[in-house]
């Protein structure tokens, strides 16, 4: 347990945190309470999933930098982040049902589960499928999102700086449902670019392995053959 994967730990520890703090009796309120009213709930949870996005870049840095790139790390990584993005994805559903209706969850969902599968497939023939700008743009648009999901919970719009002008008007509700579909839209054609952008190559790679003679790998312990006894100890009975 290095830095970096204690930095991955901590993402994956943000994901029953981030179910408490917007479940109904956060913090401690009991059965039947409605949680904090005053919007403290809206922004503690964003905060900790910003947080927990930061780790994500951060943890892979690390590694990189101080050469602490491990089995776990490259295990752990994409787990802590399919995690947080579902676990996220999943309670808007529940939450600001107005904002994210179940099919976006859906699509969000499947479409990590495509590209892991893609990632695992490359893996499997021995080369590495990196992130493309697109799908680093996903992962920032998907941020916001979520973020302004949440605090649409509680906000319609926010009023900055009253006394000057008049003041300037955030509208909150309308940057989280222009963040999701634009999410949407994004994280659709990063998967089209995967898919066009690797699979040639994976089939072909898988192709030669096929070609090649193939072997199942079995946990199971083979059966023991009976021993066929030779040389003078090999019997006959004749009735």
Known sequence: MNLPNSITMSRVASVPLLIWILSPVFPFTGHGHTGLLGGEQEIIASLVFILASITDGLDGYLAR??????????????????????????????????????????LVIGREFLVSGLRSIAAAEGFTIEASEIGKLKTVIQIVSVVASILAHRWDYWL????????????VRFIALTA???????????????????????????DDRRAQKSFVLSRKAKPASPAVPSGPERTSHIS
């Open 65 to 106: 930098k101080r050469k602490q790139i491990t089995t776990m790390g490259i295990l752990l990584d994409p787990l802590a982040d399919k995690l947080m993005v579902s676990t996220a994805f999943i309670i808007l559903v529940a939450y600001t049902p107005g904002l994210v209706p179940p099919w976006i969850a859906v």
């Open 160 to 171: 900055w700086f009253p006394n000057f002008h008049g003041g300037y008007v955030v509208g």
């Open 180 to 206: 999701i579909y634009w999410m949407c839209i994004v994280s659709i054609i990063s998967a089209v670019d995967y898919f066009v952008g690797f699979w040639k190559k994976i089939d072909h790679a898988s």
